[in-house]
């Protein structure tokens, strides 16, 4: 099984940083494209950013130039560097990984969420 757990949420006024972390773990193989998403009350979950396992980037318009997303592949885990922090930022980020894993004796290829971390910005 595999699990994916976010950290490094938190409060931060605007125009403040925060750095996210998600850390991969379980019985993986291997792990393609890793993601953030978020979530603010009242609205659909959206993508933010995400980054391929050779390093290409996709950028929601909303976050590009404010938000960095980069990863380890030996530690297995994704960042994402949050800049200029803006009140609508105000969200629950959650990780996602499409990646291979054992299940049992198999291989399989599947997609796995973290549970998410709360960033909120205000003054």
């Known amino acids: 099984q595999v699990h994916l757990v976010e950290s490094g949420g938190g409060l931060v006024q605007p125009g403040g940083s925060l750095r996210l972390s998600c850390a991969a773990s379980?019985?993986?193989?291997?792990?393609?494209?890793m993601g953030w998403y978020r979530q603010a009350p009242g609205k659909a979950r959206e993508l933010v950013a995400t980054?391929?396992?050779?390093?290409?980037?996709n950028y929601a318009d909303s976050v590009k130039g404010r938000f960095t997303i980069s990863r380890d592949n030996a530690k297995k885990m994704v960042y994402l560097q949050l800049s200029s922090l803006k009140p609508e930022d105000t969200a629950l980020y959650s990780c996602?990984?499409?990646?291979?894993?054992?299940?049992?004796?198999?291989?399989?290829?599947?997609?796995?969420w973290g549970q998410g971390t709360q960033v909120t910005v205000s003054s």
């Open positions: 996602n990984s499409r990646l291979q894993y054992y299940s049992g004796l198999k291989r399989v290829w599947g997609d796995s």
């Open positions: 379980g019985t993986i193989v291997s792990i393609d494209a």
């Open positions: 980054i391929t396992s050779g390093g290409s980037t």
